[in-house]
């Protein structure tokens, strides 16, 4: 038994590390995370503070990844494949999941990214796992 460390709270599921990564990789293709943080570096760091909004949005990105895996993995079956898992966690939370990804989708094809785009593409993922 491992635990998945998550902001505030923690689960203990009877998956390796290795069972739990692959969903938690998996979830992050789907929401487009490595291009979320990407993003997130391209951003300025003209001064402290906007140095202080990166990495405070890096945090929230990997915060949101990690709910978002903690909510999949209370609400799917242990047996099941990531893949399957995150197939069947977003048939059951179609509308939200499909808001999300588009909404992420959108900020990212855009061309200037900026920390207000990205917030509210955060924002719609952060929302995912209630």
């Known amino acids: 038994m491992i635990a998945l460390d998550v902001?505030?709270?923690e689960i203990r599921v009877d998956l390796s590390p290795a069972e739990i990564a692959e969903?938690?990789?998996?979830?992050?293709d789907q929401f487009y995370v490595d291009e979320m943080l990407t993003a997130v570096t391209a951003l300025p760091?003209?001064?402290?503070?906007?140095?202080?909004?990166?990495?405070?949005?890096?945090?929230?990105v990997y915060a949101a990844l990690s709910a978002i895996t903690t909510a999949v993995l209370r609400g799917t079956d242990d047996a099941l494949s990531a893949d399957d898992r995150t197939q069947v966690w977003s048939e059951a939370n179609i509308e939200r999941v499909?808001?999300?990804r588009s909404t992420v989708r959108a900020a990212l094809d855009r061309d200037t990214i900026d920390l207000a785009t990205l917030s509210v593409a955060l924002r719609v993922m952060r929302g995912l796992p209630t």
């Not at 969903?23 to 992050?28: K, V």
């Not at 760091?45 to 929230?60: F, V």
Request: zero cysteines.
């Open 7 to 9: 902001p505030s709270r």
């Open 23 to 28: 969903l938690h990789f998996a979830l992050s």
């Open 45 to 60: 760091r003209d001064d402290r503070w906007t140095t202080l909004a990166r990495a405070a949005m890096r945090h929230d």
């Open 98 to 100: 499909e808001r999300a």
